[in-house]
């Protein structure tokens, strides 16, 4: 008699728990960070030239389904260098309405060669039952080399270059002074 009431206790309590997980919603934010360059696609870049990188923030709530905004509270981006910048766009916090997209662009000049890599940052809220939070970070990486000198380096032969020179210098010398020397006989 008691192990049929345990278990009917049990499956009591075990579909009471699957209830109350189900109940139980789990936010998250809906919120995509993209980073690109231009001109795409990605070229070799050379020391000196300018990378012009290209971030944006993508609301990926429906506007026909929750119709959630998020809300930007702040916006970075880390060069490859190591500076942060604030990228030019809205004063931050903003709201970002469902399906939209906030661009943001900011041109680097390459100081170094190899790989740099450049971090793009955005975090903020989505509004909703618990203003759920997003704190993301999206990379880009670029290659670049020393900038290339056309031409070819070869020894220089100073003595070839300068004796014809110096034997013009002599014959001059001595035009001159057999001119003296017939002016003073004179």
């Known amino acids: 008699m008691k192990r049929p009431k345990i278990v009917l206790w049990l499956l009591v309590m075990l579909a009471l728990a699957l209830v109350l997980t189900m109940a139980v919603p789990v936010y998250a934010a809906n919120v995509a960070l993209t980073k690109g360059v231009t001109p ?17 923030i993508v609301n990926m709530n429906s506007p026909t389904g929750g119709n959630e905004s998020i809300v930007v ?35 680097w000049v390459a100081t170094r060669t190899g790989t740099v890599v450049n971090t793009f940052y955005a975090s903020g809220y989505q509004i909703s039952t618990g203003n759920d939070t997003f704190d993301l970070s999206v990379q880009k990486s670029s290659v670049v080399r020393g900038r290339e000198v056309g031409g070819t380096a070869s020894l220089v032969n100073k003595l070839g270059l300068l004796a014809p020179w110096a034997v013009l210098l002599a ?16």
């Open 40 to 56: 795409t696609p990605d070229v070799v870049y050379n020391v000196t030239d300018t990378i012009h990188y290209v971030m944006s």
């Open 73 to 107: 509270e702040a916006v970075r981006d880390v060069l490859p260098d190591g500076l942060t910048v604030y990228p030019a766009g809205p004063a931050t916090p903003y709201t970002l309405p469902a399906g939209q997209t906030q661009t943001y662009s900011y041109d």
């Open 171 to 186: 014959c001059a010398a001595v035009v001159t002074l057999l001119v003296l020397r017939k002016r003073r006989h004179a």
